[in-house]
């Protein structure tokens, strides 16, 4: 849900229909990167692989914590 949020405010064009088609699957995100962003595709692919990469916030780390 994070990333679905992150996505639409910094990559404007995805639809809340977009993001419920792709529901987590790697070749629709990118057929809907490419559609939506062709001439930035790559940008917007190092984006999303950053993203992934970033450790878990704070409170991320603490709800976990929490409910294990």
Not at 11 to 39: A, C, M, Q
Not at 46 to 59: D, L, N, Y
């Amino acid at each position: 849900m994070q990333f679905k949020g992150e996505l639409k405010e910094k990559w404007g064009k995805f639809t809340d229909n977009d993001l419920t088609e792709i529901e987590g699957n790697y070749e629709k995100f990118v057929g809907k990167v490419k559609e939506r962003y062709g001439d930035k595709k790559s940008e917007l692919m190092k984006w999303a692989e950053a993203w992934h990469a970033k450790p878990a916030t704070k409170a991320e780390g603490k709800k976990k914590r929490s409910v294990a």
